[in-house]
């Protein structure tokens, strides 16, 4: 799914979201909060930031596909995070295995 949000945000999302850096008022997607990544299907498919400049790419984009790219911007976003921790930090973003519990995979 994440590479074919890669893929996906080339094709569609580069243009404007420059490979996720911030670019006058188009935001660096990998910094958008929790909110608009919640609202990301009707941002994309929905156009309820066309008054900001954010079209509708409903007819060019399936939900699927709005489902990968969000779910590639935010490991973009860890993958910057990670980048972001000095060299010595042992911060990580993945989930660890709790004592007892298998249900969570690091």
Same mark, same amino acid.
């Given at each position: 799914?994440?590479?074919?949000?890669?893929?996906?945000?080339?094709?569609?999302?580069?243009?404007?979201?420059?490979?996720?850096?911030?670019?006058?008022?188009?935001?660096?997607?990998?910094?958008?909060?929790?909110?608009?990544?919640?609202?990301?299907?009707?941002?994309?498919?929905? !156009?309820?930031?066309?008054?900001? !400049?954010? !079209?509708?790419?409903?007819?060019?984009?399936?939900?699927?596909?709005?489902?990968?790219?969000?779910?590639?911007?935010?490991?973009?976003?860890?993958?910057?995070?990670?980048?972001?921790?000095?060299?010595?930090?042992?911060?990580?973003?993945?989930?660890?295995?709790?004592?007892?519990?298998?249900?969570?995979?690091?």
């Amino acid at each position: 799914t994440v590479a074919r949000g890669t893929e996906l945000f080339a094709r569609n999302c580069s243009i404007c979201h420059k490979h996720n850096a911030a670019s006058g008022s188009v935001p660096d997607l990998r910094r958008i909060s929790a909110q608009t990544y919640q609202q990301f299907e009707d941002i994309v498919l929905g !156009g309820i930031r066309s008054d900001k !400049g954010m !079209g509708s790419f409903k007819g060019l984009l399936s939900p699927a596909d709005v489902d990968a790219i969000r779910a590639a911007m935010i490991s973009e976003a860890w993958a910057a995070y990670d980048g972001e921790q000095p060299a010595t930090s042992s911060a990580s973003h993945k989930p660890q295995e709790a004592a007892g519990d298998s249900t969570v995979k690091p």
